[in-house]
């Protein structure tokens, strides 16, 4: 066994006692993510359930009843009963309600007559995600009152179009099922880079890089000894992290264990080589945190595709976006976890991975001296 080899087996020894002797990186590895995935798991959500809903109807009778009632039965509506249109626009005014639903006199006499009952909905657009879920609701809900009348009526539906739909990947069409795999990554894009800046830091900050720095141990040597431990620390964090996943959030796992564990080992190394880069210039805790929050999960959050769609931003923010190593984890996990081995998803993403991994970890290699300034 050679020299360089003894003292880099001795120098990842030392970082595993390091690691043993003092918790806070392996809070960073486990409790970390999984706090943070707990809390976004649970607070994060593009659902619209139990929006509150003005109902007003000029002239109340059975059929406006039958009509009503479907809110009430409802998931997704919390109706209010309002006399007037004017209170019921009140209401939204002051943010009580979300939208109004309407009956106007005229509703009995048109569904009997004419067959044809026109509704009146009025939506706040203020959160213009939440409007556009809130009028497909009401117009589902809508189309499935008129089949179940006209059923009842022992007629066809008047509605010329029959839609239906046939959700591929999310059947229940739960946002949980696609943030979380997108959250992963995001929380694994932070903890990675803080395992390595930070920790660095830290022994800036006791002095002990600088008894490193005068043995003959070389900076590569180093390097190679704080990689290697705080990167079985992340792919320990992952697996916890994919463990919540699967059994506390009900995301089903269709893809392989060994395709997201090489990923995600090429996504540890991007993220580790991250950490390592931000090391070179920042020798406080403070700074580096800072910097690994704002230079690592803000890009991320934003411009990986985890909430906002790429394809619907700007050609320029568009090309920035190949820049941040999150946007192809999150490519990989959604199709590893709700479509399955995608492979025309999962290579040419994983070869990006690969790719940024050898950039910033020879970003890191070049920006380390082995000198005290």
Same mark, same amino acid.
């Given at each position: 066994?050679?020299?360089?080899?003894?003292?880099? #087996?001795?120098?990842?020894?030392?970082?595993?006692?390091? #690691?043993?002797?003092?918790?806070?990186?392996?809070?960073?590895?486990?409790?970390?993510?999984?706090?943070?995935?707990? &809390? $976004?798991?649970?607070?994060?959500?593009?659902?619209?359930?139990?929006? =509150?809903?003005?109902?007003?109807?000029?002239? =109340?009778?059975?059929?406006?009843?039958?009509?009503?009632?479907? $809110?009430?039965?409802?998931?997704?509506?919390?109706?209010?009963?309002?006399?007037? &249109?004017?209170?019921?626009?009140?209401?939204?005014? %002051?943010?009580?309600?979300? %939208?109004?639903? +309407?009956?106007?006199?005229?509703?009995?006499?048109?569904?009997?007559?004419?067959?044809? *009952?026109?509704?009146?909905?009025?939506?706040?657009?203020?959160?213009?995600?939440?409007?556009?879920?809130?009028?497909?609701?009401?117009?589902?809900?809508?189309?499935? +009152?008129?089949?179940?009348? %006209?059923?009842?009526?022992?007629?066809?539906? /008047? !509605?010329?179009?029959t839609v239906e739909p046939r959700v591929r990947f999310n059947p229940a069409v739960s946002s949980k099922d696609y943030l979380v795999p997108g959250l992963i990554a995001m929380i694994m894009t932070l903890t990675g880079a803080l395992l390595t800046a930070l920790v660095i830091a830290r022994e800036w900050e006791r002095g002990t890089m600088e008894g490193l720095m005068v043995t003959r141990v070389r900076i590569g040597e180093i390097l190679t *000894?704080?990689?290697?431990?705080?990167?079985?620390?992340?792919?320990?964090?992952?697996? *916890?992290?994919?463990?919540?996943?699967?059994?506390?959030?009900?995301?089903?796992?269709?893809?392989?264990?060994?395709?997201?564990?090489?990923?995600? %080992?090429?996504?540890?190394?991007?993220?580790? @080589?991250?950490?390592?880069? #931000?090391? @070179?210039?920042?020798?406080?805790?403070?700074?580096?945190?800072?910097?690994? #929050?704002?230079?690592?999960?803000?890009?991320?959050?934003?411009?990986? @595709?985890?909430?906002?769609?790429?394809? /619907?931003?700007?050609?320029?923010?568009?090309?920035?976006?190949?820049?941040?190593?999150?946007?192809?984890?999150?490519? &990989?996990?959604?199709?590893? $976890?709700?479509?399955?081995?995608? +492979? /025309?998803?999962? !290579?040419?993403?994983?070869?990006?991975?690969?790719?940024?991994?050898?950039?910033?970890?020879?970003?890191?290699?070049?920006?380390?001296?082995?000198?005290?300034?």
């Amino acid at each position: 066994m050679s020299a360089a080899t003894t003292r880099r #087996i001795a120098l990842i020894r030392k970082e595993f006692l390091q #690691i043993a002797r003092d918790p806070s990186a392996l809070a960073i590895a486990f409790l970390l993510p999984a706090m943070l995935l707990l &809390i $976004f798991g649970y607070g994060v959500s593009l659902d619209a359930r139990n929006v =509150p809903v003005a109902i007003v109807v000029d002239h =109340p009778d059975a059929l406006t009843a039958s009509f009503t009632g479907r $809110f009430a039965q409802s998931a997704y509506f919390r109706p209010r009963a309002y006399l007037t &249109i004017q209170s019921a626009e009140r209401a939204m005014a %002051a943010n009580r309600v979300t %939208a109004i639903v +309407w009956l106007r006199s005229d509703f009995t006499r048109g569904a009997e007559t004419t067959g044809a *009952a026109p509704i009146g909905v009025l939506v706040n657009g203020v959160d213009a995600n939440d409007a556009r879920l809130v009028e497909g609701y009401v117009q589902q809900l809508w189309a499935g +009152w008129l089949e179940d009348r %006209a059923r009842a009526d022992g007629r066809a539906a /008047s !509605l010329p179009i029959t839609v239906e739909p046939r959700v591929r990947f999310n059947p229940a069409v739960s946002s949980k099922d696609y943030l979380v795999p997108g959250l992963i990554a995001m929380i694994m894009t932070l903890t990675g880079a803080l395992l390595t800046a930070l920790v660095i830091a830290r022994e800036w900050e006791r002095g002990t890089m600088e008894g490193l720095m005068v043995t003959r141990v070389r900076i590569g040597e180093i390097l190679t *000894a704080k990689l290697v431990p705080y990167f079985v620390l992340g792919i320990g964090g992952m697996s *916890a992290s994919v463990a919540l996943a699967v059994f506390v959030f009900g995301v089903p796992l269709r893809g392989s264990l060994w395709v997201l564990t090489a990923t995600s %080992a090429l996504f540890m190394l991007a993220a580790l @080589g991250m950490g390592l880069l #931000i090391s @070179g210039v920042a020798r406080n805790q403070f700074v580096a945190g800072q910097i690994a #929050i704002i230079a690592t999960f803000l890009p991320a959050f934003m411009l990986s @595709g985890f909430v906002f769609d790429i394809d /619907s931003m700007p050609r320029a923010v568009r090309l920035v976006t190949h820049l941040v190593a999150a946007r192809y984890f999150v490519a &990989i996990l959604q199709s590893v $976890f709700l479509a399955g081995d995608v +492979w /025309s998803v999962i !290579l040419p993403n994983a070869a990006a991975l690969a790719v940024m991994a050898a950039i910033f970890l020879g970003l890191a290699r070049m920006t380390a001296r082995k000198r005290l300034d």
